[in-house]
T-cell receptor, first 111, second 113 residues
């Protein structure tokens, strides 16, 4: 049974600071990683995806992927209070397998 | 595009009663997923359809839970003999393909008294 482990469970960063979130899959055949963000009382919404080794940047958000170690990380620079949310990492493999979600990292950005 | 539609948004049942939750995926999406979310357990996968066919129901509690997708425009999750531990937010998501970005509905909050 594939597992997706996220760390830390919770994180507090000051406004303007850098938040770093980690995610590792136990499935050596995983091909795709996503990061979803879920604000309190809302549904998860896809933030970024990464399928190839390396780095991808979109505004204040950067994701890294190391396929050899099955590890991805999400970095948020210049964190804002509006970034406070639950961040979910998800992984899947090709072939129509289900997407497996981690338990999430709860980020609080303190003003 | 209205997004994924889930009804009802809130449902309260008594212990032992039946609950049916509805999901209308985004038009053109071939995959539909059902999840359950609680503070304690987090986001739990329940079941997954692609092109209306059941693909994976490994997360479904076997005895009281069932899901169907009779046509491409809606799916239902039925819980028989609801128990207090079934209280959760039930989320439906759809994607263009089974491995693509998932779009989540607003969820149905089920409370079993």
């Amino acid at each position: 049974q594939q597992k997706v482990q996220q760390s830390p469970e919770s994180l507090i960063v000051p406004e303007g600071g850098m938040a770093s979130l980690n995610c590792t899959s136990s499935d050596r055949n995983v091909d795709y990683f996503w990061w979803y963000r879920q604000h309190s009382g809302k549904s998860p919404k896809m933030l970024m995806s990464i399928f190839s080794n390396g780095e991808k940047e979109e505004g204040r958000f950067t994701v890294h992927l190391n396929k050899a170690s099955l590890h991805t990380s999400l970095h948020i620079r210049d964190s804002q209070p509006s970034d406070s949310a639950l961040y979910l990492c998800a992984a899947s493999r090709t072939g129509g397998y289900k997407v497996v979600f981690g338990s999430g990292t709860r980020l609080l950005v303190s003003p | 595009n209205a997004g994924v539609i889930q009804t009802p948004r809130h449902k309260v049942t008594g212990k032992g009663q039946e609950a049916t939750l509805w999901c209308e995926p985004i038009s053109g999406h071939s995959a539909v997923f059902w999840y359950r979310q609680t503070i304690v357990q987090g986001l739990e996968f329940l079941t997954y359809f692609r092109n209306q066919a059941p693909i994976d129901d490994s997360g479904m509690p076997k005895e009281r839970f069932s899901a169907q997708m009779p046509n491409q425009s809606h799916s239902t999750l039925k819980i028989q003999s609801t128990q207090p531990q079934d209280s959760a937010v039930y989320l439906c998501a759809s994607s263009f393909s089974g491995t693509g970005e998932q779009y989540f509905g607003p969820g149905t909050r089920l409370t079993v008294l």
